[in-house]
């Protein structure tokens, strides 16, 4: 979704300042294309070298666990013990689910009950990558799209209306699956936006004018 987004108002923005400048048909679609390359493999490579780094923090977390599981198993059984006695259960129950866990698979128990870390919330920093840059460039192609349909006279208003539009929509789906109020968050982006846009059609057309 947060890719979307950017994908959205970056290459919208783009598009806005580069129409204020005056620029040719051609060379505003060129720089939307470009645009929206840089900016996905921008995303795909900050996310990869993020995702990387927690990847590694796991592993070095699971292995230091695994030396203490090793080197003092009681004392990590009293530890995953207490944490399911701070969950509710009495200290007896506790214990026994400590101990069955353990026998079942200790270095995993204690990942998932002492460090948080699952298979489902596991790090993987090549499908973090891949992800963050298709949905930049499904993000972007909304406003390429728009620009390069629309009338001569309507690329502007196709561009910026339609991505505060297609933004409006992400903020309304984001906030129903997050359980939080679509109207505050379809007006939150769709303000963001717009003034990201306002300011770049600005520059745009002061630049364009300089260079005039």
């Known amino acids: 979704m947060l890719g979307a987004n950017d994908g959205i108002l970056s290459t919208a923005s783009l598009l806005a300042g580069m129409v204020g400048s005056g620029a040719a048909f051609d060379v505003v679609r060129t720089a939307g294309i470009a645009g929206m390359v840089a900016g996905a493999t921008s995303m795909a490579a900050g996310e990869y070298v993020s995702v990387s780094s927690q990847r590694d923090v796991e592993q070095a977390d699971l292995a230091l666990e695994a030396a203490a599981l090793e080197l003092h198993p009681r ?11 701070r969950r509710g259960l009495d200290p007896d129950l506790a214990a026994q689910v400590a101990e069955q866990l353990t026998e079942a698979d200790a270095l995993a128990a204690h990942a998932r009950d002492e460090l948080g870390i699952t298979e489902v919330a596991e790090a993987r920093p090549l499908q973090a990558a891949v992800t963050s840059f298709v949905a930049f460039c499904l993000g972007a ?7 390069v349909v629309a009338p001569a006279a309507g690329r502007y208003a196709a561009v910026t209306g339609g991505a505060l539009v297609f933004l409006a ?14 109207l505050r968050a379809m007006a939150r982006v769709a303000i963001g936006g717009a003034v990201a846009m306002a300011v770049t059609t ?9 260079l005039g």
């Open 75 to 85: 004392a990590e059984l009293a530890e995953l013990t207490e944490i399911w006695r």
């Open 141 to 147: 192609l909304l406003p390429i799209l728009a620009y």
């Open 169 to 182: 929509l992400l903020g309304a789906v984001g906030a129903a699956l997050g359980g939080a109020p679509r």
């Open 202 to 210: 600005g520059i745009g057309e002061l630049t364009g004018a300089a």
